[in-house]
């Protein structure tokens, strides 16, 4: 398995360190790339609607907000940090390559969504500050591809300071647009108090809660932390994930502060002059300086817009490559994953803007958050999964308290997600002049969607009882040793797959050698990261496979068989001769499944294929 952007795994050495200080500044920084996809663009509309119509009562529902998502993204660290996997290695380990591939599909329309919404912020960010139509800022936004390129070529300290720097401006921003503003501070204060006014408060609730975890956030910490190389042991595990938590704690925060400040500014300036349906940010931009008395309110509202939809595409695009790499084990080089990544955001965006003009972006705006509430449970729900399991998290899996606190944030937040599709799909089908063709292709993919929602939900606590209710060796077959001891050859290699063929195999060989001979049990990982690291791998399936083979191991030596393993990597043909001819055997034992003809296609044909290149006898046994 690749390690999770491997140019920058481990390249930030955290031991050594004199101070605590300096060992918690180590540690500080890939929570701030995840803060910014919380102020990006895509949160402003909820934001602004929410002060415009409903005043400082809602500042509530983003200190909720706020806390889910640090429960989500501390989870989200715990699970890099301990396991050295991100999510989608996680995923790719744990589900067959068919749900692995729609994981994967839905990951990147999420992410390509996401990006659509970045770039258009920024577009909006560039007109409003410099006046240039969005079709050309749309277009500009292509460049910042190459800064991503140059800025990770510089090591991950130089993209961390340049994202802090960014989330300093628009903090800045928005410090002195309350300043401007003058809000009413005991409003505020009371606007922490949960309540909604009306039935449309509690649509605008949902919709701010929506739009905060942004499932790509969730796949991005899980690799970022694994940018620090620390001390593996128990301890060294126990303080990174206090320190990861720190530097979490502080960076939703300042997150929360940016969408708190949109939000009171919204009701300091529009909702108190009685303005309740400013909702577009150009709208918004557009009013500040007549309300506020100052030219510097927009200028200052349109550099904090760029600074989120930079710092945002930045890290959208980023995990864009961590989520190809590790759903498909498949690396690209890194310019050309983040050129394909901002095209496909692009295209559609260039496109609608020319064919509807500058004021279809808010709908855009609006159906790339829906798209994002469509994958958000397939990034949720399995990580729940992963940092409750205790052989994954090897000791450090979350405990009973924190998994059911999570289990009812994602059903919150998942819900709360299938409403508001829910309720674009209803509106789409109402105003829609052919609904035929929504109800033949949208209507059946959200039910497809749900089907699978509720599969990843419930398949790991069936196949975990499953487990707990079985032998642990394949297929609970049982081998019945022969004891004979007339073969003269002692040293024997014996070729398994954990099929039914192993027991036909190994009883064959010990008919041959006896109790006298020395065996060694030989198995080929055959994933695709093993064929191009070989031994270098560590992937979930070599862990198993090196498990089972410890166990027939263990089995057979408690028999009074002499018994060694071995592990290969690549394609049987040729890792198995490779062994057996360095290693000195006197006979290579093999089972086989018995297929010939369509099924030699399917499954290829080991057996030919590897006897042209051992120097020893191979003994078949047909299963």
Not at 210 to 238: C, D, W
Not at 306 to 323: K, P, R, V
Not at 338 to 361: D, H, K, N
């Amino acid at each position: 398995m690749n390690r999770s952007l491997d140019e920058v795994n481990q390249s930030i050495a955290t031991e050594g360190k004199k101070t605590g200080f300096r060992k918690i500044l180590a540690f500080l920084g890939p929570a701030y790339l995840i803060s910014v996809g919380y102020m990006d663009p895509g949160n402003w509309a909820t934001d602004l609607a929410g002060g415009s119509q409903f005043g400082y009562t809602l500042i509530w529902v983003l200190l909720m907000s706020n806390l889910m998502a640090l429960l989500l993204q501390s989870l989200s660290a715990r699970l890099g940090i301990v396991t050295q996997r991100d999510l989608a290695q996680a995923s790719r380990e744990t589900y067959s390559p068919f749900i692995n591939y729609i994981l994967y599909f839905l990951a990147e329309i999420a992410i390509a969504a996401c990006d659509l919404a970045e770039v258009l912020g920024m577009a909006i960010g560039i007109n409003l500050l410099f006046g240039i139509p969005l079709i050309y800022g749309v277009l500009i936004t292509v460049l910042d591809t190459f800064l991503l390129l140059f800025l990770i070529n510089k090591g991950i300290r130089k993209m961390e300071a340049f994202i802090i720097a960014l989330v300093a401006i628009i903090g800045l921003s928005f410090f002195f647009e309350m300043i401007f503003a003058q809000p009413e501070m005991g409003k505020v204060i009371s606007g922490l108090i949960p309540s909604l006014p009306n039935k449309e408060a509690l649509y605008i609730a949902i919709g701010i809660i929506g739009a905060t975890v942004m499932p790509h956030n969730l796949y991005l910490h899980s690799s970022l932390v694994q940018t620090r190389k620390f001390n593996r042991s128990k301890e060294g595990i126990k303080q990174a994930l206090k320190y990861n938590f720190i530097d979490s704690t502080i960076a939703l925060n300042l997150a929360f502060f940016v969408n708190a400040a949109i939000l009171i500014l919204a009701a300091a300036t529009f909702y108190k002059n009685g303005m309740f349906e400013v909702a577009e940010i150009q709208d918004a931009h557009q009013f500040l300086a007549p309300m506020l008395g100052t030219k510097w309110a927009p200028i200052l509202f349109a550099v904090a817009l760029i600074a989120a939809g930079q710092s945002s595409t930045i890290t959208g695009t980023l995990a864009g490559q961590i989520i190809m790499e590790g759903y498909l084990n498949l690396r690209i080089q890194p310019w050309v994953r983040r050129i394909i990544t901002r095209l496909i955001a692009i295209v559609p965006a260039v496109v609608v803007i020319l064919v509807y003009g500058e004021s279809a972006t808010g709908k855009m705006l609006i159906f790339s958050q829906v798209i994002l509430s469509l994958q958000l449970g397939f990034a949720i729900i399995p990580l729940i999964h992963f940092v409750s399991d205790k052989t994954k998290m090897k000791g450090f899996h979350i405990s009973k308290i924190t998994q059911i606190t999570s289990w009812i944030v994602a059903l919150i937040i998942v819900s709360l997600n299938a409403n508001l599709v829910f309720d674009e799909i209803r509106s789409w089908l109402e105003t829609s002049s052919n609904p035929v063709i929504l109800w033949l292709t949208v209507v059946p993919m959200a039910i497809g969607f749900l089907l699978l929602l509720l599969y990843i939900v419930f398949k790991p606590f069936i196949t975990k009882a499953k487990l707990e209710s079985q032998n642990h060796l394949p297929h609970n077959f049982e081998l019945n040793f022969s004891q004979s001891e007339t073969y003269d050859k002692r040293k024997i290699a014996i070729a398994v797959d954990f099929s039914n063929a192993d027991e036909k195999a190994i009883n064959s060989a010990f008919e041959l050698g006896g109790k006298e001979a020395k065996y060694t049990l030989i198995h080929v990982v055959e994933t695709v990261g093993a064929m191009f690291y070989g031994g270098k791998i560590e992937d979930y399936e070599t862990t198993i496979d090196e498990k089972l083979l410890l166990e027939y191991q263990e089995m057979l030596m408690q028999k009074g068989f002499k018994v060694d393993i071995q592990l290969g990597f690549g394609k049987p043909n040729k890792a198995i001769p490779k062994i057996v001819n360095e290693g000195g055997f006197d006979i290579l034992v093999m089972g086989t499944h018995g297929h010939t003809g369509v099924k030699d296609i399917l499954f290829g044909t080991t057996v030919d294929k590897l006897r042209h290149k051992i120097s020893i006898p191979l003994f078949i046994v047909k299963n």
